[in-house]
C-alpha cells in the first residue's frame, strides 16, 4: 500500500493559464474524490468517480474545471483559464467500496496540490 | 443541507488531556469521522464513528451521539507533535456514494 500520491505537489500559474492535476490513488481503490480546500477551512467536495464513471459533482464545479479517470485508476483535474479565486489545496482521496480498517469507505487522502494563481 | 461546528482553537498543555468537540445537523447520516491535519499536509485518518458510544484508539478516543448530533476526540498524554488540524467529519448517503461534510477544523496548540 503506497498510499494516495498527487502531482504536483504545489503550481504556480497566471491568470488566465490552464493547470492539469494528476492522482494516484490506492491501488485496489474503486473510489475517487476531488476536494478543494482554502486556508482555515475544511475540503469541499468536488467530484466523485465510481471506477471510471463521474457519478457526483459539486455546484462549486464550473464549467471551467473538468475531472477524468479514464481508466478506473488515475484522475486527472484540469481547470481553464484560471482566476485568483482558484488559489487552494486541491486534495484527492480514494476509498474501497467495502470494509477497510476505518470502515465502510473510508477515504484516505493524498498530499494535495497547492495552486497559486498570480 | 449539513451543518458541522467544532471550535476554531484550542490550546492544551503537554501531558495533559483535550476534549474536541463538534456538532452536526445532516441527513443520511452515516458515521462520523475524525481527521488529523498538520499544516500543509493531507488530512490523515484517526478515528470513526457509526453507533453511539466511545471507540477508544490509544491516546485517542472518539464519542457519538447520533440522537443529540453530538461527536468528541478525546487526546490523552498530549505531545507537541499532536499540535495540528483536527477535522470533524460527517459521512451521509447520497444517491449511491457516500459523501463526507467536513467541518471547519478546530486548531490544536500544545505548549510545553
Known amino acids: 500500500d503506497t498510499g494516495v500520491s498527487q502531482d504536483p505537489r504545489h503550481k504556480i500559474t497566471k491568470r488566465g493559464q490552464n493547470v492539469t492535476f494528476r492522482c494516484d490513488p490506492i491501488s485496489e481503490h474503486n473510489r475517487l474524490y476531488w476536494y478543494r480546500q482554502t486556508l482555515g477551512q475544511g475540503p469541499e467536495f468536488l467530484t466523485y468517480f465510481q471506477n471510471e464513471a463521474q457519478l457526483e459533482k459539486s455546484r462549486l464545479l464550473s464549467d471551467r474545471f473538468s475531472a477524468e479517470r479514464p481508466k478506473g485508476s488515475f484522475s486527472t483535474l484540469e481547470i481553464q483559464r484560471t482566476e485568483q479565486g482558484d488559489s487552494a489545496m486541491y486534495l484527492c482521496a480514494s476509498s474501497l467500496r467495502g470494509y477497510t480498517r476505518g470502515g465502510l469507505d473510508t477515504q484516505y487522502f493524498g498530499p494535495g496540490t497547492r495552486l497559486t494563481v498570480l | 443541507g449539513q451543518n458541522i461546528d467544532q471550535p476554531t482553537e484550542m490550546t492544551a498543555t503537554e501531558g495533559a488531556i483535550v476534549q474536541i468537540n463538534c456538532t452536526y445537523q445532516?441527513?443520511?447520516?452515516?458515521?462520523l469521522f475524525w481527521y488529523q491535519q498538520h499544516a500543509g499536509e493531507a488530512p490523515t485518518f484517526l478515528s470513526y464513528n457509526v453507533l453511539d458510544g466511545l471507540e477508544e484508539k490509544g491516546r485517542f478516543s472518539s464519542f457519538l451521539s447520533r440522537s443529540k448530533g453530538y461527536s468528541y476526540l478525546l487526546l490523552k498524554e498530549l505531545q507537541m507533535k499532536d499540535s495540528a488540524s483536527y477535522l470533524c467529519?460527517?459521512?451521509?448517503?447520497?444517491?449511491?456514494?457516500?459523501?463526507?461534510?467536513f467541518g471547519s477544523g478546530t486548531k490544536l496548540n500544545v505548549k510545553p
Open positions: 445532516t441527513s443520511g447520516f452515516n458515521g
Open positions: 467529519a460527517v459521512r451521509a448517503a447520497v444517491y449511491n456514494f457516500n459523501k463526507f461534510y
